[in-house]
Nanobody, 118 residues
Framework: QVELVESGGGSVQAGGSLRLSCAPS????????KAWFRRAPGNEREFVAG????????LYADSVKGRFTISRDNAKDTVYLQMNSLKPEDTAVYYC???????????WGQGTQVTVSS
């Protein structure tokens, strides 16, 4: 049974920073591409940022470009989301996702709450 475990969420004022972490339990997911999604109250879950297994290829939603940075440490099998210059509209539950295209495996975390106050 594979589970992705997120940490690092919390409450912060606008302009502040948080760093989210996500690591698997149950089995390693070193070779998986990974991403962060978020869901704000009343909204659909949306893509935030993604990173391929090599760590060099990244992709960001327009709403977070220049403020958020996704990275990974394959030695620790952990993916991070550094969030700077946070805005109230970044308030959401953030989810970690791991995917392996060739096998069709996909795993989601339980989510971690990020609240940004103005």
């Amino acid at each position: 049974q594979v589970e992705l475990v997120e940490s690092g969420g919390g409450s912060v004022q606008a302009g502040g920073s948080l760093r989210l972490s996500c690591a698997p339990s149950g089995r390693p997911l070193y070779g998986f591409s990974k991403a962060w999604f978020r869901r704000a109250p009343g909204n659909e879950r949306e893509f935030v940022a993604g990173i391929r297994r090599n760590g060099a290829d990244t992709l960001y939603a327009d709403s977070v470009k220049g403020r958020f940075t996704i990275s990974r440490d394959n030695a620790k099998d952990t993916v991070y989301l550094q969030m700077n210059s946070l805005k109230p509209e970044d308030t959401a539950v953030y989810y970690c996702w791991a995917t392996m295209t060739w096998s069709g495996e996909n795993y989601w975390g339980q989510g971690t709450q990020v609240t940004v106050s103005s």
